[in-house]
């Protein structure tokens, strides 16, 4: 006898139809509209650069140069210390000169012989040129003794020329100062031995001080010898007036920049290394009107810039290309892409979507008139001050 179970089946066709009924509600489904978004906007329109471009640079010297001795020997005293000013002509430092005046009397000694064989030639021609006259030699004779008597002489001013070189071989063993300036540099100690031209300080004259600075290879062509300069040291608020004075030929093998040196008004005497910010004017667009929009309105796409334009009429936005030429403080020059006149969103960019509609985000402010909440307060102070006073009875 077979049985039937009509719960069981009821119960097993429901479970398999209650996947079919979730994906039949689930494509029933619409999705939810596009929220309308609160932009904050801006009216495109032309206005002048304030920025300029700037360099550092640092002062120098117009002439420094690096004394060495004109001998090579060893460094007994060094008097020089940097950032000492010095005169002209005074003691730098000092070799020991044992050695050249010891060849400076071995130069003397040999004037003294090669003046005594002049002197003996000069008699023994005089000797001779008596007996020629009285006819006791021959005329070959006495052109010997002549000869002879140049041979001494020539010997003679050969020894003078060695000695007066090597007095000055042991002069040059005293390094001294040959301008008036300020010691920048020390490359020598006392002790150590140095080749005749080896620099032992570096001295940075008095007068005429430039301002170094280096520029890229896209702004060198503008700048010239001659061309105007505004330079403002780094701890003063002050302004002086320069004028480029060079333009370095080629670039630097490691920066790839170009060293200008500008020369500064002489009655500007800035101290040497200070930091000073050098504004060219041919570089200056300070005062060009142009299209200036604040950063947070740019939106990247792809490998350009965007911006989102806002059309009033359907109060929907539309992606506007445009070109970014530099940047003017905390905002962006637009080059290209932008008219005087347009409205863009300037806060929300990145949550947008082409032809997406929103509104005008508008700052809330009080409804309460100032007025009025100050007529507000006038009993609450009264209330206040009536339960500060004393009652009587």
């Known amino acids: 006898m077979v049985t039937s179970h009509p719960p069981r089946r009821a119960l097993a066709w429901a479970l398999a139809l209650l996947p079919l009924a979730w994906l039949a509600g689930c494509s029933r489904g619409e999705a ?170 570096r001295i940075a004259a008095d007068g005429p001080r430039d301002v170094v600075f280096a520029v890229p290879e896209d702004k060198v062509a503008a700048l010239r010898p001659g061309t105007d300069v505004a330079a403002r040291q780094w701890a003063s608020a002050t302004t002086v007036a320069g004028r480029i004075r060079e333009v370095a030929a080629s670039a630097d093998p490691v920066t790839r920049t170009y060293a200008v040196k500008v020369a500064l008004d002489p009655a500007a005497q800035p101290p040497l290394g200070a930091t000073m910010s050098v504004a060219p004017r041919a570089l200056s667009h300070a005062g060009t009107v142009v299209i200036k929009i604040p950063t947070s309105a740019l939106r990247q796409e792809g490998q350009g810039s965007a911006v989102w334009v806002l059309d009033r009429t359907t109060m929907t936005v539309k992606l506007q290309p445009v070109q970014v030429a530099t940047a003017d403080g905390n905002d962006a020059v637009i080059a290209a892409g932008l008219q005087p006149g347009m409205t863009i969103v300037t806060a929300g960019v990145h949550v947008l979507s082409p032809g997406q509609k929103v509104t005008v985000w508008q700052e809330k402010t009080s409804a309460v008139p100032a007025i009025a909440t100050q007529d507000a307060r006038k009993p609450v102070a009264g209330a206040a001050q009536a339960a500060t006073l004393p009652t009587t009875r």
């Open 32 to 201: 939810p509209p596009e929220p309308v978004r609160a932009v904050k906007v801006i009216t495109v329109g032309a206005s002048a650069m304030q920025s300029q471009n700037e360099f550092s640079g640092d002062v120098r010297a117009r002439v420094e140069s690096r004394l060495g001795f004109r001998v090579g020997g060893k460094i007994t005293q060094r008097q020089a210390e940097v950032g000492q000013h010095v005169q002209a002509g005074a003691l730098l430092a000092q070799l020991d000169p044992q050695d050249y005046r010891l060849a400076a009397e071995a130069a003397r000694a040999q004037v003294a012989a090669a003046t005594t064989n002049r002197d003996l030639a000069a008699a023994d021609f005089k000797r001779y040129q008596t007996l020629r006259e009285q006819n006791f030699i021959s005329g070959a004779e006495l052109e010997r003794r002549e000869t002879t008597l140049k041979a001494a002489q020539a010997q003679l001013e050969q020894a003078q020329a060695q000695l007066a070189s090597q007095g000055n071989q042991a002069r040059y063993t005293t390094l001294v100062a040959d301008v008036s300036g300020v010691i920048t540099a020390v490359e020598a100690e006392v002790g150590q031995v140095v080749a005749a031209g080896t620099p032992v300080v």
